[in-house]
T-cell receptor, first 112, second 114 residues
Framework: GENVEQHPSTLSVQEGDSAVIKCTYS??????FPWYKQELGKRPQLIID?????GEKKDQRIAVTLNKTAKHFSLHITETQPEDSAVYFC???????????FGIGTKLQVIP | SAVISQKPSRDICQRGTSLTIQCQVD?????MFWYRQQPGQSLTLIAT?????????ESGFVIDKFPISRPNLTFSTLTVSNMSPEDSSIYLC???????????FGPGTRLTVL
């Protein structure tokens, strides 16, 4: 089955700096890669996703890149703000109601 | 995105008892999923619930412990049976829309077993 590795597990950045979280996956059949943000006590919320036919996607301060050959994808947050502090989960799966495999999560702390 | 509600939002239960968690969606969905999230941990899939058929359980989870019902396309329940303190966790349901492949999560049920 799919295996997703995520790092770092914790990340502290100064407000205004960039944050990068990296994930690798094992199943070459995976073709959908969502990123979720989970604030303390809240549900995971989708923040951005990318499909295997795209190499990069941006949404304001958030971007995701995908390298299918190397089987890794990354989340980039620019100009970080205190409200970006949360746990971020990457995930990989084939779609079509197949099992979603999540990374272990990265706790991001943005220091004002 | 979906509007998903769960009941109860939290509960404190005695060991040996059972708790049924409800998940309601505002639109019809083919698949609903149940996850467990232990404190500070990632999301672990318990089972997949398709309306009109038996739920499919992941390795390490069995129907006798976590029976699931899916009576229609907008509702599902997960029961945590014969609870022990090790069952203390957050239980989340999610739904997936075939048009996007994206899963959306309910708010979760925080369960504490004494």
């Amino acid at each position: 089955g799919e295996n997703v590795e995520q790092h770092p597990s914790t990340l502290s950045v100064q407000e205004g700096d960039s944050a990068v979280i990296k994930c690798t996956y094992s199943d070459s059949a995976s073709n959908y890669f969502p990123w979720y943000k989970q604030e303390l006590g809240k549900r995971p919320q989708l923040i951005i996703d990318i499909r295997s036919n795209v190499g990069e996607k941006k949404d304001q301060r958030i971007a995701v890149t995908l390298n299918k050959t190397a089987k890794h994808f990354s989340l980039h947050i620019t100009e970080t703000q205190p409200e970006d502090s949360a746990v971020y989960f990457c995930a990989a799966y084939r779609g079509g109601y197949q099992k979603v495999t999540f990374g272990i999560g990265t706790k991001l702390q943005v220091i004002p | 995105s979906a509007v998903i509600s769960q009941k109860p939002s939290r509960d404190i239960c005695q060991r040996g008892t059972s708790l049924t968690i409800q998940c309601q969606v505002d639109s019809q969905v083919t698949m609903m999923f149940w996850y467990r999230q232990q404190p500070g941990q990632s999301l672990t899939l318990i089972a997949t619930a398709n309306q009109g058929s038996e739920a499919t359980y992941e390795s390490g989870f069995v129907i006798d412990k976590f029976p699931i019902s899916r009576p229609n396309l907008t509702f599902s329940t997960l029961t945590v049976s014969n609870m022990s303190p090790e069952d203390s966790s957050i239980y989340l349901c999610s739904v997936e829309y075939s048009s996007t492949d994206t899963q959306y999560f309910g708010p979760g049920t925080r369960l504490t077993v004494l």
